[in-house]
């Protein structure tokens, strides 16, 4: 997935700018809880646990209905306070690429901790992460408050190096196979659960998958004419250059398939046209 480095605002000011958009509110006393909570999150989330972050209670006046607005009305409206904001956010993920997925276009922004229970995280910028809306979607209102419901944060966790998921075939003849997430233990219990349940909740096998059945249908188009010469010196080499284009990506879906496809002679030799 696609690291992200955290947004780069004074987390206090942006909270006085929306407040202060209306008259009859006031921060009273707040400004000092709002700065524990946010420090607390930013502790717990870089240490990996975020399941420790506690659901939003009320505070003084500053409720659930009050603090979706703000968001609402202050962040997300074009017209808002903080519109500026919400835009270098969703500006902020490398080449427009969700990164929850690597594979689609953000569209809007997503409450990692959802604001339906974390309300008073609302207009907290470490909380908001650029997202596709297949991935936004997927997510919805999930309370990561376990450790098997945990989501990756492009803000904290950095699994761009480590191919942590793989391919594996069901059927050679015809072609058919899975992405699966890998056990992952080297990376400590808590990641290898983080890791799988973001894979299994964004349903990142089903859009992998896809993808790679239309990608083995472009290589059989390519390798067919290698049939009658039996040239599987050239495939193999084509399978290597292709893994080694996406080798800087080894957490993307087309590293795992090519580390899968060069290790399997029975589709070298052939079997690259038993792909319907």
Known sequence: MISINKPAFNNIDILKKCVGAYPSATLNNAI????KIYGSYDQLMTHGEGYKIDASQELE????KFMLKLYKEQFASKKGGCREEYDKIL?????????MCSESIVTALDHHFPKSSYFLYS???NNLVPICSRCNGEKKHTKPDAVTKQFIHPYYDDFS?????EVRFISQ????LIYECKENDHL???????????FKRLKLADLYTSNAIVKLGDLKNIFRPLLKTKD???????LKTERDMVSGRPDSWEYALFEKLIKEDWYIKGGFVNID
């Open 32 to 35: 000092s809880h709002f700065q």
């Open 61 to 64: 006046n500053l409720d659930k």
């Open 91 to 99: 500006a902020s993920a490398p080449r427009q690429k969700c990164p």
């Open 123 to 125: 207009i907290y910028p």
């Open 161 to 165: 190096k480590e191919q942590w998921f």
């Open 173 to 176: 003849n015809p072609i058919k």
């Open 188 to 198: 400590g219990e808590e990641a290898s659960n983080k890791l799988k349940s973001h």
């Open 232 to 238: 599987w010196f050239s495939v193999c080499e084509e």
